[in-house]
């Protein structure tokens, strides 16, 4: 028969399965699409944005400027 398992014991086998593995979130998942790659020869240099990220980030302030510009300020 199988061995009944609590709601308990499975919160606390995924909380230390998902500690343990560091390489998975969300968090990480955002800055990997976000970030250039890390590289392996500086570990410690920081790591640069990609330049879709800033271009569309750019693009986001300037159509906020416009619509504020047009709608609030007119």
Same mark, same amino acid.
């Given at each position: 028969?199988?061995?009944?398992?609590?709601?308990?014991?499975?919160?606390?086998?995924?909380?230390?399965?998902?500690?343990?593995? *560091?390489?998975?979130?969300?968090?990480?998942?955002?800055?990997?699409?976000?970030?250039?790659?890390?590289?392996?020869?500086?570990?410690?240099?920081?790591?640069?944005?990609?330049? *879709?990220?800033?271009?569309?980030?750019?693009?986001?302030?300037?159509?906020?400027?416009?619509?504020?510009?047009?709608?609030?300020? *007119?």
């Amino acid at each position: 028969m199988a061995k009944v398992v609590t709601r308990q014991e499975v919160q606390a086998w995924l909380k230390t399965h998902f500690e343990d593995r *560091s390489e998975l979130g969300l968090g990480k998942a955002i800055l990997a699409m976000i970030l250039e790659p890390a590289n392996l020869f500086e570990p410690k240099k920081p790591r640069s944005p990609k330049k *879709s990220f800033v271009l569309l980030a750019i693009w986001l302030l300037g159509l906020l400027g416009v619509f504020v510009y047009f709608n609030l300020w *007119s």
